[in-house]
């Protein structure tokens, strides 16, 4: 699966938003490849795929690119947590949501995110997750 095919299941679950890529090349170092306004509220979504299996670890690897958690990082800081960044990471068993808070951010090390910090969606549970109401609510 390609990273297109992950923004092609994120935008397909929310209908009640209003959804911008931002594929430019001219755009800061690191910021995300996806607006989304709804619901009186605004976030932005790196999207990811991995090839790896979530199930049965503690912690996951993320490639993300240089400057990729610094943007989310100084995104976080600046609105005091109140808005986030989210990484949404296709795996082979799982999708993974990643709220790129201040503190999420600050534990990242190597690229590897602790299981405990994300919202695991097993890709059985895909189809009836709530995927507007969990980033915009």
């Known amino acids: ?3 297109k095919d992950v923004w092609s299941k994120v935008n397909r679950k929310l209908k009640a938003a209003v959804c911008s890529r931002i594929e430019s090349g001219r755009t800061e170092k690191g910021i995300p490849d996806v607006f989304i306004q709804g619901l009186g509220n605004d976030v932005w979504v790196e999207l990811k795929n991995e090839t790896t299996h ?3 670890k ?3 690897k993320v490639h993300w690119r240089s400057g990729q ?3 989310a990082w100084r995104y976080a800081k600046a609105h ?6 989210y990484t949404i990471v296709q795996y082979a068993d799982a999708i993974i949501i ?3 808070t ?3 951010c ?3 090390e190597d690229n590897y995110v602790p299981l405990l910090y994300t919202k695991i969606i097993m890709n059985d549970d895909w189809k009836d997750f709530d995927l507007t109401k969990y980033l915009l609510s």
């Open 1 to 3: 699966m390609l990273e």
């Open 102 to 104: 201040e503190r999420v």
């Open 80 to 85: 005091c947590d109140k808005k986030c960044t």
């Open 98 to 100: 990643i709220p790129m």
């Open 54 to 56: 979530v199930k049965g």
């Open 58 to 60: 503690e912690s996951v």
């Open 106 to 108: 600050s534990i990242i």
């Open 69 to 71: 958690i610094a943007w």
